[in-house]
């Protein structure tokens, strides 16, 4: 059983339409991140949410973590082809310095 | 370097053959982990280095697998007698004591034919 569920599994819109993907647990985390990769490369740091309820913005894209700090949303407006990639969500348990990864969602956005 | 590093970038081998897979990572940070990412699948810990620290092993798949950091800087991480199912892409980070996030290298892709 995976701790952390990320739906949907793969994702493809047109330019300009918005998204949202979910990152889903039966556990309570003290915090939560999101990475996104892109082919070849390793993932890359997008935000750290710590706080239940908190919402952050980085451009188009909105996390938010949720009140029980149980899982998390990442929406994206208006998307854009070079928002294509593999979203990962990923938390550390407390006391624990390695990080646990989602299976994460696959976006393509059709130019 | 800027970034972390990885090399190689491509690895084909042979069932049953050694290798051995390299990470430089960001000057100055303590931590080291090493992933692997299999297709469709998320990131799998594997095993973490802290400062002069025991490693954190309790990843490691089978005792084919082995790793190491020396000097407190560059990890080499070695599989033995590999096997198709090691094919996987293997991912290293650095993060500074402490920090929140690790810095990832563009790993490298195994392939064990």
């Known amino acids: 059983t995976q701790l952390l569920e990320q739906s949907p599994q793969f994702l493809s819109i047109q330019e300009g339409e918005n998204l949202t993907v979910y990152c889903n647990s039966s556990?309570?985390?003290?915090?939560l991140q999101w990475y996104r990769q892109e082919p070849g490369e390793g993932p890359v740091l997008l935000v750290t949410?710590?706080?239940?309820?908190e919402v952050k913005k980085l451009k188009r894209l909105t996390f938010q973590f949720g009140d029980a700090r149980k899982d998390s949303s990442l929406h994206i407006t208006a998307a854009q082809p070079g928002d294509t990639g593999l979203y990962l969500c990923?938390?550390?348990?407390?006391?624990?310095?390695?990080?646990?990864f989602g299976a994460g969602t696959t976006v393509t956005v059709r130019a | 370097g800027a970034g972390v590093s990885q090399s190689p970038s491509n690895k084909v081998t042979e069932k049953g053959k050694d290798v051995e897979l390299r990470c430089d990572p960001i000057?100055?940070?303590?931590?080291l982990y090493w992933y692997r990412q299999s297709l469709g699948q998320g990131l799998e810990f594997l095993i973490y280095?802290?400062?002069?620290?025991?490693?954190?092993k309790s990843g490691l798949p089978s005792d084919r697998f082995s790793a190491e950091r020396t000097g407190g800087s560059v990890s080499t991480l070695t599989i033995q007698r590999t096997q198709q199912e090691d094919s996987a892409v293997y991912l290293c980070a650095s993060s500074s004591s402490g920090g929140t996030g690790g810095f990832f290298g563009p790993g490298t892709r195994l392939t064990v034919l």
């Open positions: 000057s100055g940070h303590t931590a």
């Open positions: 949410v710590v706080t239940g309820g």
């Open positions: 280095f802290q400062g002069n620290s025991a490693p954190d």
């Open positions: 556990s309570v985390f003290s915090s």
């Open positions: 990923a938390v550390r348990r407390s006391n624990d310095y390695k990080l646990s």
